[in-house]
């Protein structure tokens, strides 16, 4: 079956634009996750969804930061005012409920790039 | 605040090895840990999960290993292969949520030929 995809995979956008970064998880997945990677580190958490609500967005770094799941399904993380410092490849998993007891299936990421 | 360390950073060695990765973590109440393999401009391939209340889990060639008292996880590779080339992340879950992980930086495991 398809796994978590994530579009675009590549954007390039200049300093102080907004910009939104998509994920479709695998079908039938009510959690879904976001997470940012730097070069060299590992993933950070950023913001849980369980069905349509955020159930912890507590990984977000400011309030340029935002995300939507309106349907449970698709989410989009939304990014206003970007930095350079917002560079990084910005990955989404999904799983089953519940969440801790089921692998995470990432999607192959967005590599954001802020010039 | 949890921190993962993995160690080493790199590793090289010729196809057919054993070979241990290792990782540690400084807050013992974790609700699971989880070993992942990326592959370069890849996304995350979870490879084993170990709850908190378990010892090890085996999946073919891997072993993981949990000993949260010490704040230790091993990832145990048998025969390794080239294609087992790629950077393998550890994570651990808190404790009272179980879905946000606190990742290792990786290491990054060469097999050659």
């Known amino acids: 079956g398809a796994g978590v995809s994530q579009t675009p995979s590549n954007k390039v956008t200049e300093k102080g634009k907004y910009v939104e970064l998509r994920c479709d998880p695998i079908s039938g997945h009510t959690a879904l996750y976001w997470y940012r990677q730097s070069l060299g580190q590992g993933p950070e958490f950023l913001i849980y969804f369980q069905g349509t609500g955020a159930a912890d967005d507590s990984g977000l770094p400011n309030d340029r930061f935002f995300a939507v799941r309106p349907e449970g399904s698709v989410s989009t993380l939304k990014i206003q005012r970007t930095e350079r410092g917002d560079s990084a490849v910005y990955l989404c998993?999904?799983?089953?409920?519940?969440?801790?007891?089921?692998?995470?299936?990432f999607g192959n990421g967005t590599r954001l790039t802020v010039t | 605040k949890q921190e993962v360390t993995q160690i080493p950073a790199a590793l090289s060695v010729p196809e057919g090895e054993n070979l241990v990765l290792n990782c540690s973590f400084t807050?013992?109440?974790?609700?699971?840990l989880q070993w992942f393999r990326q592959d370069p401009g890849k996304g995350l391939t979870s490879l084993l999960l170990i709850q908190s209340s378990q010892r090890e889990q085996t999946s073919g060639r891997l072993n993981a290993s949990l000993d949260k008292s010490s704040g230790r996880s091993t990832l145990y590779i048998a025969a390794s292969q080239p294609g087992d080339s790629a950077t393998y992340l550890c994570a651990v879950a808190k404790s009272n949520s179980g879905y946000a992980l606190n990742f290792g930086k990786g290491t990054s495991l060469l097999v050659t030929p």
């Open positions: 998993a999904s799983s089953h409920q519940p969440p801790g007891n089921s692998p995470l299936h």
């Open positions: 807050d013992s109440a974790i609700y699971n």
